[in-house]
């Protein structure tokens, strides 16, 4: 009798770890909340179906079926983007004087180059007695713009900043991106906090390619750095075009985790242990993985 109650003492007297989402109190009921991952999943994903078409049950299912794509999707919390978001992506064409050099730049139309455009564009500039030349369009140009007004920041900081190629290098991979070398961060309204002993990982919402906007992931010990985690970001776009950001749109997903330290060894299979995994997901058609291996199933067959 001691020890059941010792048992139930230590169940509930166990805190439950928490995370907060903390924003200024004049955004509070303004903008959209983080909510569970679940909630905002991808739509590609939420609208597919589980099976094939023609394809009999003995077959493969959808990515849809499989419980791991699941869980990356569903696990952890999104911060949805609290306001629509201007992008435009063009290229600038350079104006040369009779000399070749540059005295001028504009932004090119999309297609060939526009001369009638770049005449227009030159009026009333000092290029009277110069034969005016320009060069392809080329430099691939970015801007990115939330409205006019719009204040995230408790400390009155700017929605939008910049970072400096410098501070990853020519070295980094991001320059292979037609604009990959342009490092923007976005002034993240949310501030986490989370319990003793727990961080979070700062990364894309899993599995969602509907944008361009991918982000510099990091891991933040959030239960002691109380203030904003601003997420730098870059376009993986190609294409020169305009868009808006939907706000509500997913953009940080964010995963807590304990902070634990954990063995790593290597060494030769267990067979037995692989032939009874692979013949226990033989008994049955699809969703071995779900029925006998996933500990939510597994909680689920338990507590019921």
Same mark, same amino acid.
């Given at each position: 009798?001691? +020890?059941?109650?010792?048992?139930?003492? +230590?169940?509930?007297?166990?805190?439950?770890?928490?995370? $907060?989402?903390?924003?200024?109190?004049?955004?509070?009921? =303004?903008? /959209?909340?983080?909510?569970?991952?679940? #909630? !905002?999943?991808?739509?590609?994903?939420?609208?597919?179906?589980?099976?094939?078409?023609?394809?009999? *049950?003995?077959?493969?299912?959808?990515?849809?079926?499989?419980? /791991?794509?699941? @869980?990356?999707?569903?696990?952890?919390?999104?911060?949805?983007?609290?306001?629509?978001?201007?992008?435009?992506?063009?290229?600038?064409? %350079? &104006?040369?004087?009779?000399?070749?050099?540059?005295?001028?730049?504009?932004?090119?139309? $999309?297609? /060939?180059?526009?001369?009638?455009?770049?005449? +227009?564009?030159?009026?009333?500039?000092?290029?009277?007695?110069?034969?005016?030349?320009?060069?392809?369009?080329?430099?691939?140009?970015? $801007?990115?713009?939330? $409205?006019?007004?719009?204040? =995230?920041?408790?400390?009155?900081?700017?929605?939008?900043?910049?970072?400096?190629?410098? +501070?990853?290098?020519?070295?980094?991979?991001?320059?292979?991106?037609?604009?990959? #070398?342009?490092?923007?961060?976005?002034? %993240?309204?949310?501030?986490?906090?989370?319990?003793?002993?727990?961080?979070?990982? &700062?990364?894309? /919402?899993?599995?969602?390619? @509907?944008?361009?906007?991918?982000?510099?992931?990091?891991?933040?010990?959030?239960?002691?750095?109380?203030?904003?985690? %601003?997420?730098?970001?870059?376009?993986?776009?190609?294409?020169?075009?305009?868009?808006?950001?939907?706000?509500?749109?997913?953009?940080?997903?964010?995963?807590?985790?304990?902070? @634990?330290?954990?063995?790593?060894?290597?060494?030769? &299979?267990?067979?037995? *242990?692989?032939?009874?995994? %692979?013949?226990? !997901?033989?008994?049955? &058609?699809?969703?071995?993985?779900?029925?006998?291996?996933?500990?939510?199933?597994?909680?689920?067959?338990?507590?019921?």
């Amino acid at each position: 009798m001691k +020890q059941l109650f010792q048992q139930i003492y +230590q169940t509930f007297s166990k805190t439950k770890p928490e995370i $907060k989402f903390l924003c200024p109190d004049h955004l509070l009921g =303004v903008i /959209p909340e983080p909510v569970e991952a679940s #909630k !905002l999943m991808p739509d590609w994903f939420k609208s597919l179906s589980r099976d094939i078409e023609g394809v009999d *049950k003995f077959g493969t299912g959808t990515i849809k079926r499989c419980v /791991p794509a699941l @869980e990356a999707i569903s696990q952890g919390y999104i911060i949805p983007l609290w306001a629509d978001l201007h992008v435009k992506v063009s290229r600038r064409i %350079n &104006i040369l004087n009779e000399k070749g050099e540059k005295f001028a730049e504009i932004e090119a139309a $999309k297609g /060939p180059v526009d001369q009638d455009h770049v005449m +227009q564009h030159l009026i009333g500039e000092e290029f009277e007695g110069h034969k005016v030349s320009t060069t392809e369009a080329g430099e691939w140009y970015i $801007k990115f713009q939330f $409205k006019d007004g719009l204040e =995230v920041g408790a400390l009155g900081e700017k929605s939008l900043s910049g970072h400096s190629w410098n +501070q990853v290098g020519d070295s980094c991979d991001l320059k292979k991106f037609s604009l990959g #070398k342009v490092l923007v961060k976005f002034t %993240n309204p949310w501030v986490i906090e989370t319990s003793k002993g727990w961080s979070v990982q &700062i990364k894309n /919402p899993a599995n969602n390619f @509907e944008w361009d906007i991918c982000l510099m992931e990091g891991v933040v010990d959030t239960d002691t750095y109380h203030t904003n985690i %601003n997420f730098p970001f870059f376009w993986r776009g190609s294409e020169e075009g305009e868009w808006v950001i939907p706000r509500g749109t997913p953009i940080a997903h964010v995963i807590p985790f304990k902070r @634990e330290s954990i063995k790593l060894s290597t060494g030769e &299979i267990d067979v037995n *242990k692989l032939k009874i995994c %692979n013949q226990t !997901l033989a008994t049955k &058609i699809t969703g071995g993985y779900r029925s006998y291996f996933w500990h939510k199933r597994k909680k689920a067959n338990l507590d019921g």
